[in-house]
Nanobody, 119 residues
Framework: QVQLVESGGGLVQPGGSLRLSCAAS????????MGWYRQAPGTQRELVAS???????NYVDSVKGRFTISRVIANNTVYLQMNSLKPDDTAVYYC?????????????WGQGTQVTVSS
């Protein structure tokens, strides 16, 4: 069984920064795309940023220029550096990865980490 373990959420003032981390619980995995989603109360989960194994990135318009996704393939870890945070960024952030396990590709999710932007 593969798990994604997240860390780095918390409370921050508007304009502040946070860095989220997500690591797969096993090594030597085949992982294609890794990404971060978020869900605020009363809203649908949305893709915030994603990164392929080749390093291509994609961001939702509302975070472009403020958030940076990066990945260390050797240890199956993905990061989300969040700068210039706004109250609208408040949500539970979920790590996602497409992983091949026993020959089959599947989508795996972390448990979620709360990010609260408030003064």
């Amino acid at each position: 069984q593969v798990q994604l373990v997240e860390s780095g959420g918390g409370l921050v003032q508007p304009g502040g920064s946070l860095r989220l981390s997500c690591a797969a619980s096993r090594s030597s995995l085949s992982i294609s795309v890794m990404g971060w989603y978020r869900q605020a109360p009363g809203t649908q989960r949305e893709l915030v940023a994603s990164i392929t194994s080749g390093g291509s990135t994609n961001y939702v318009d509302s975070v472009k220029g403020r958030f940076t996704i990066s990945r260390v393939i050797a240890n199956n870890t993905v990061y989300l550096q969040m700068n210039s945070l706004k109250p609208d960024d408040t949500a539970v952030y979920y790590c996602n990865a497409r992983i091949r396990v026993v020959g089959e590709w599947g989508d795996y999710w972390g448990q979620g980490t709360q990010v609260t932007v408030s003064s």
